[in-house]
């Protein structure tokens, strides 16, 4: 039974990385692309146990980094930390409540933002540009995240019946 949760969660995964490297591209608004993953995260982290799913995360981590190799092992680093911050904020919440998954969409967005503002601050200096790249990216990553948890969790509510009659 855990064999089936583990390769579902991963091809979940895959799919949302093939989504992440083909798709997502060609709704890139003024260079901010946005980030199917914290949906899929914010998703997941309370579905699934953790111990189960930071191999899977780390594993779809370097896949999504490799298409990236000037910041190699950028994304892995900040998916993992964001399933630990995110299980750990769940923990004393009610598991299936709307307003903290709304709240943890909103708090991973925010902190993968403020990651990815301070790594290409260093990488290239702070700017205002980067700074208006940053509240862009917040902002189109809550949007995308925010859909892609509610479609998620319309899919899971879903059942397939194959009765005859």
């Known amino acids: 039974m855990i064999y089936w949760i583990v390769a579902r969660t991963l091809i979940a995964g895959l799919i949302i990385m093939y989504l992440q490297i083909l798709l997502v591209q060609k709704f890139s608004i003024a260079g901010v692309m946005p980030?199917?993953?914290l949906g899929w995260l914010a998703f997941e982290v309370?579905?699934?146990p953790l111990n189960m799913l930071i191999?899977?995360?780390f594993i779809l981590g370097i896949c999504y980094d490799l298409t990236m190799p000037a910041?190699?092992?950028m994304q892995t680093?900040?998916?993992i930390l964001l399933t630990v911050g995110i299980d750990e904020f769940r923990r004393p919440l009610e598991k299936d409540s709307y307003i903290t998954t709304g709240i943890t969409i909103g708090l991973a967005c925010l902190v993968y933002s403020l990651y990815v503002f301070i790594v290409y601050g260093i990488h290239s200096g702070f700017s205002l540009l980067l700074f208006v790249y940053f509240w862009g990216m917040f902002f189109?990553?809550?949007i995308t995240a925010a859909l892609m948890?509610?479609?998620l969790i319309l899919l899971s509510h879903l059942r397939l019946?194959?009765?005859h009659g």
């Open 46 to 48: 309370g579905r699934k």
């Open 55 to 57: 191999p899977i995360i």
């Open 140 to 142: 189109y990553n809550l």
């Open 149 to 151: 948890t509610a479609f």
């Open 35 to 37: 980030n199917l993953f």
């Open 71 to 73: 910041m190699l092992g």
């Open 161 to 163: 019946d194959f009765r």
């Open 77 to 79: 680093i900040i998916f």
